[in-house]
T-cell receptor
Framework: GAVVSQHPSRVICKSGTSVKIECRSL??????MFWYRQFPKKSLMLMAT?????????EQGVEKDKFLINHASLTLSTLTVTSAHPEDSSFYIC???????????FGPGTRLTVT | AQTVTQSQPEMSVQEAETVTLSCTYD???????LFWYKQPPSRQMILVIR??????QNATENRFSVNFQKAAKSFSLKISDSQLGDTAMYFC?????????????FGKGTKLSVIP
């Protein structure tokens, strides 16, 4: 149990375009989802926390207009990178926390490359 | 704010030997959780072991055990009988229920290589 999927696993987009990454909890309802960014050989950096049906809470330094997060249902959160630039290239990981579960379950990550 | 420090960027161990990864943290919270996560080359984050701060007994999971020293704010991971599949990045993480969710704060990680 407690499986989280991400789609796509890899995506390449051109500079100036937008790309959407989906995060789904497959066998539980995720009251809270988290989005992380990981640079090569670095730790995970929390970008934002989203609760179903409400606006996401962004960490300091994360541009909310650039990284749009939607948590429209208890099993799906999306991260949209708008007007992507090469510096947005990174590994993006989501995690989900279920009701009554004091633990985060991680998705497999999405590698974004902006050319 | 919480901080997590892993002072060993890289470590290596011979197969079948034992290795200990260090982690210290700083917090003013009294109720919290500590975790060790493994990130193999696939980059999938895998929970290795967790410890509730209110529990005095050190957590164990098969070959993995922790030495939790609450007063010293130390949380080290011991891997016994190291296997080649243990080669990965290991992240120590802290969590508390601040605003209703368990936000994780990660250390910078330790790259562990198991040598045949």
């Amino acid at each position: 149990g407690a499986v989280v999927s991400q789609h796509p696993s890899r995506v390449i987009c051109k500079s100036g375009t937008s790309v959407k990454i989906e995060c789904r909890s497959l066998d539980f309802q995720a009251t809270t989802m988290f989005w992380y960014r990981q640079f090569p050989k670095k730790s995970l950096m929390l970008m934002a926390t989203s609760n179903e049906g409400s606006k996401a809470t962004y960490e300091q330094g994360v541009e909310k207009d650039k990284f749009l997060i939607n948590h429209a249902s208890l099993t799906l959160s999306t991260l949209t990178v708008t007007s992507a630039h090469p510096e947005d290239s990174s590994f993006y990981i989501c995690s989900a926390e279920g009701l009554g579960r004091d633990e985060q379950y991680f998705g497999p990550g999405t590698r974004l490359t902006v050319t | 704010a919480q901080t997590v420090t892993q002072s060993q960027p890289e470590m290596s161990v011979q197969e079948a030997e034992t290795v200990t990864l260090s982690c210290t943290y700083d917090t003013s919270e009294s109720n919290y959780y500590l975790f060790w996560y493994k990130q193999p080359p696939s980059r999938q984050m895998i929970l290795v072991i967790r410890q509730e701060a209110y529990k005095q007994q050190n957590a164990t999971e098969n070959r993995f055990s922790v030495n939790f020293q609450k007063a010293a704010k130390s949380f080290s991971l011991k891997i016994s009988d190291s296997q080649l599949g243990d080669t990965a990045m290991y992240f120590c993480a802290f969590a508390y229920s601040g605003a209703g969710s368990y936000q994780l704060t990660f250390g910078k990680g330790t790259k562990l290589s198991v040598i045949p």
